[in-house]
């Protein structure tokens, strides 16, 4: 009996397995590889020395730091408040899901849209003229990157907090209003600290896919930003410098398990953690 | 008498066609423990609500302290409630729990502390403070619940089911624990319970609720000797029911026989129905018996038998009895006339209470002293 159950639950790890070995292990033994060796295929670690020691490279990572910080605060701003709205609503699923809907289109398509809404002839401009402003340039703008990416990264994070919205007891809200607490106050004490896990959980699923944006920092922002993101994309398909490629791979990755860590589960408050 | 701390005037409270609270009036005194009793959607946490400030009334008034507040939010009231899930905020420890109210306040830190400490104390948890909520069992929680309100010193507690979460031994402690607390702050509690036990062993005044009604209220003694009608009788205790016949005063007919009984002022030849608690017949020999019952079968209760049986017209008998019987057995069973209790179908509490003014004076007197 022992065995057979033993021998089902190594049946059903097969494709995990698999998945797990193919696309997570092996991606990330080869970039770490492949991050030792030199242009001409030599080991070494001037990859490394050379990316700390250029100006560049560090001021690509701060920057991509920067801009996947900013996306993850404007999508957050607009993210709480709109899940706690949805939340209240009578028909909420339904509004949850135009909000998910956009998601379901390809983001290319979306960025070309946008190039669309933000040319100079475009609905954008045409409305600015119409207010009296007149055209501006929009497209490949910080801004306009800015706005795009927080566009597309808005239903990542609305989703996280309406449900930890969802799994709030209306118990603990009464509870607070019980002891005297008003309506901001509730937010502020109960409700926000309540539903942390799922900013949390909203920023990282955010704030790491920012860092590695490039389509629209060249589509809608023009090159002018480059990130870690587009350098990858450089060094692997323009300049075929694998090593050096990898190697921002390598601090990608060390960024996001960074990131993890901090907007991870905290211990509980008080006593000893269980 | 004293001035009462919370009415309620001919509340109603409707959802749609949905009529939850039917014209409750009821009124509360300072320094009493009440319990709204009832079955499960009778509408006895939607009153607490209407008092605590959840839930708005469609129509009627409420008044704490002889004003009106119905318009009054929850957070500007001076009640706390003890909420049946406790709802302690997980992400805070048992000390901030506990301090929540206060600090919303602006209390100096101090004066925070000291009271913390004081309620801590008096739920028997002191060194609980720096606890984590979920380090806590089921009955700690409660007990936390209980101070996280009374540190608020509210003129009227309000406790929704709160026992309805512990196992069956803590239950009884804290039925204890609470009335002593009650006592000792000398404040109202207003406790909301399914428990009819729960309800007798706590209340001052118990009222029995159905269908969005309250159909008695008065002492636990009242209550169980003279329920108003069938419902309340069969909830609260058990009972043995019959139908019967008013024969005049003090005469009552039933189970084919007459017999003498302590009601009146009902018209002769009236139908009613009859209650005997299980408790109040005894076994005797068939000769000296007022009915005569064959035993169906019994059960061993620890410190009595319980006994079920059926009398010559099919009627079903519920006997209480410290000593065994006989299956198959027949037997006499006797009562005395004031275990009898005559309910007339359909009398409201108001015509019922005036009633009993027309024939037991001042008998209601010695129950204060209980």
């Given at each position: 009996?022992?065995?057979?159950?033993?021998?089902?639950?190594?049946?059903?790890?097969?494709?995990?397995?698999?998945?797990?070995?193919?696309?997570?292990?092996?991606?990330?033994?080869?970039?770490?590889?492949?991050?030792?060796?030199?242009?001409?295929?030599?080991?070494?670690?001037?990859?490394?020395?050379?990316?700390?020691?250029?100006?560049t490279?560090?001021?690509?990572?701060?920057?991509?730091?920067?801009?996947?910080?900013?996306?993850?605060v404007?999508?957050?701003?607009?993210s709480?408040?709109?899940?706690?709205?949805?939340?209240?609503?009578k028909?909420?699923?339904?509004?949850?899901?135009?909000?998910?809907?956009?998601?379901?289109?390809?983001?290319?398509?979306?960025?070309y849209?946008?190039?669309?809404?933000?040319?100079?002839?475009?609905?954008?401009?045409?409305?600015?003229?119409f207010?009296?402003?007149?055209?501006?340039?929009?497209?490949f703008?910080?801004?306009?990157?800015?706005?795009?990416?927080?566009?597309?990264?808005?239903?990542?994070m609305?989703?996280?907090?309406?449900?930890?919205?969802?799994?709030?007891?209306?118990?603990?809200?009464?509870?607070?209003?019980?002891?005297?607490?008003?309506?901001?106050?509730?937010?502020?004490?109960?409700?926000?600290?309540?539903?942390?896990?799922?900013?949390?959980?909203?920023?990282?699923?955010?704030?790491?896919?920012?860092?590695?944006?490039?389509?629209?920092?060249?589509?809608?922002?023009?090159?002018?930003?480059?990130?870690?993101?587009?350098?990858?994309?450089?060094?692997?398909?323009?300049?075929?410098?694998?090593?050096?490629?990898?190697?921002?791979?390598?601090?990608?990755i060390?960024?996001?398990?960074?990131?993890?860590?901090?907007?991870?589960?905290?211990?509980?408050?008080?006593?000893?953690?269980? | 008498?004293?001035?009462?701390?919370?009415?309620?005037?001919?509340?109603?409270?409707?959802?749609?066609?949905?009529?939850?609270?039917?014209?409750?009036?009821?009124t509360?005194?300072?320094?009493?423990?009440?319990?709204?009793?009832?079955?499960?959607?009778?509408?006895?946490?939607?009153?607490?609500?209407?008092?605590?400030?959840?839930?708005?009334?469609?129509?009627?008034?409420?008044?704490?302290?002889?004003?009106?507040?119905?318009?009054?939010?929850a957070?500007?009231?001076?009640?706390?409630?003890?909420?049946?899930?406790?709802?302690?905020?997980?992400?805070?420890?048992?000390a901030?729990?506990?301090?929540?109210?206060?600090?919303?306040?602006?209390?100096?830190?101090?004066?925070?502390?000291?009271?913390?400490?004081?309620?801590?104390?008096?739920?028997?948890?002191?060194e609980?403070?720096?606890?984590?909520?979920?380090?806590?069992s089921?009955?700690?929680?409660?007990?936390?619940?209980?101070?996280?309100?009374?540190?608020?010193?509210?003129?009227?507690?309000?406790?929704?089911?709160?026992?309805s979460?512990?196992?069956?031994?803590?239950?009884?402690?804290?039925?204890?624990?609470?009335?002593?607390?009650?006592?000792?702050?000398?404040?109202?509690?207003l406790?909301?319970?399914?428990?009819?036990?729960?309800?007798?062993?706590?209340?001052?005044?118990?009222?029995?609720?159905?269908?969005?009604?309250?159909?008695?209220?008065?002492?636990?003694?009242?209550?169980?000797?003279?329920?108003?009608?069938h419902?309340?009788?069969?909830?609260?205790?058990?009972?043995?029911?019959l139908?019967?016949?008013?024969?005049?005063?003090?005469?009552?007919?039933?189970?084919?026989?007459?017999?003498?009984?302590?009601?009146?002022?009902?018209?002769?030849?009236?139908?009613?129905?009859?209650?005997?608690?299980?408790?109040?017949?005894?076994?005797?020999?068939?000769?000296?018996?007022?009915?005569?019952?064959?035993?169906?079968t019994?059960?061993?209760?620890?410190?009595?038998?319980?006994?079920?049986?059926?009398?010559?017209?099919?009627?079903?008998?519920?006997?209480h009895?410290?000593?065994?019987?006989?299956?198959?057995?027949?037997?006499?069973?006797?009562?005395?006339?004031?275990?009898?209790?005559?309910?007339?179908?359909?009398?409201?509490?108001?015509?019922?209470?005036?009633?009993?003014?027309?024939?037991?004076?001042?008998?209601?007197?010695?129950?204060?002293?209980?």
């Open positions: 009996m022992m065995t057979l159950t033993k021998r089902k639950t190594w049946f059903y790890f097969i494709p995990y397995g698999l998945w797990l070995a193919l696309f997570v292990i092996a991606p990330l033994a080869l970039i770490f590889y492949q991050s030792f060796f030199s242009l001409d295929h030599h080991f070494t670690f001037s990859n490394y020395t050379t990316y700390f020691q250029s100006l490279y560090l001021k690509m990572t701060l920057n991509s730091v920067w801009y996947a910080l900013l996306i993850t404007f999508t957050g701003l607009i709480y408040p709109t899940a706690y709205f949805l939340h209240g609503l028909h909420r699923q339904f509004w949850l899901l135009l909000v998910i809907l956009p998601t379901w289109i390809n983001i290319l398509l979306k960025a849209a946008f190039i669309g809404i933000f040319s100079q002839a475009g609905l954008a401009n045409q409305f600015l003229s207010i009296g402003i007149g055209p501006q340039q929009i497209l703008t910080n801004a306009s990157f800015i706005f795009v990416a927080t566009y597309i990264q808005i239903p990542f609305i989703l996280p907090i309406y449900n930890a919205l969802d799994d709030l007891s209306p118990a603990f809200i009464n509870a607070s209003q019980d002891l005297g607490a008003s309506g901001w106050q509730t937010f502020r004490r109960v409700i926000f600290p309540l539903t942390l896990p799922g900013v949390k959980a909203g920023v990282q699923a955010v704030f790491i896919p920012s860092l590695s944006l490039f389509m629209l920092t060249r589509l809608i922002g023009g090159n002018k930003v480059i990130t870690l993101g587009t350098a990858i994309e450089e060094h692997f398909l323009t300049t075929m410098n694998w090593g050096m490629g990898s190697t921002i791979g390598v601090v990608l060390v960024a996001m398990v960074i990131v993890m860590l901090l907007t991870g589960d905290q211990k509980p408050k008080g006593g000893t953690p269980r | 008498m004293t001035e009462p701390i919370v009415e309620l005037e001919q509340v109603t409270k409707s959802y749609g066609t949905h009529t939850v609270l039917k014209d409750i009036s009821i509360l005194e300072p320094g009493k423990f009440y319990t709204l009793l009832g079955p499960s959607g009778c509408g006895k946490t939607t009153i607490l609500r209407t008092i605590s400030g959840f839930t708005s009334v469609t129509s009627g008034n409420v008044l704490f302290n002889g004003k009106r507040i119905n318009e009054v939010p957070n500007k009231r001076n009640v706390n409630t003890v909420f049946q899930d406790y709802a302690l905020f997980p992400h805070m420890t048992v901030e729990n506990v301090a929540f109210g206060l600090t919303l306040k602006k209390m100096p830190k101090d004066q925070i502390a000291e009271r913390v400490a004081n309620a801590l104390k008096l739920v028997q948890l002191a609980f403070g720096d606890r984590a909520i979920d380090e806590l089921g009955g700690q929680q409660q007990r936390i619940a209980i101070a996280r309100a009374i540190v608020m010193q509210p003129q009227v507690l309000l406790l929704d089911e709160p026992l979460a512990l196992d069956a031994k803590l239950r009884r402690e804290m039925q204890y624990e609470l009335r002593d607390l009650q006592q000792r702050l000398g404040i109202t509690f406790f909301v319970t399914h428990d009819q036990e729960e309800a007798l062993a706590m209340s001052d005044e118990i009222f029995v609720m159905n269908n969005g009604e309250v159909l008695q209220s008065g002492s636990p003694v009242d209550i169980y000797d003279e329920p108003i009608n419902f309340v009788a069969d909830f609260i205790g058990e009972s043995n029911i139908p019967g016949k008013m024969m005049g005063d003090y005469q009552v007919a039933f189970g084919g026989h007459q017999f003498e009984c302590a009601d009146a002022g009902i018209p002769a030849h009236e139908p009613v129905e009859i209650v005997i608690r299980p408790e109040d017949l005894n076994l005797t020999e068939p000769e000296h018996a007022k009915l005569k019952v064959t035993i169906d019994q059960l061993f209760r620890g410190d009595y038998y319980e006994i079920a049986a059926t009398d010559s017209l099919g009627n079903d008998w519920l006997i009895s410290v000593n065994p019987a006989e299956d198959g057995e027949t037997i006499g069973i006797t009562f005395r006339p004031q275990d009898l209790h005559v309910m007339r179908y359909d009398e409201k509490e108001e015509e019922f209470d005036a009633r009993l003014e027309t024939y037991e004076g001042t008998e209601d007197d010695d129950l204060d002293e209980t």
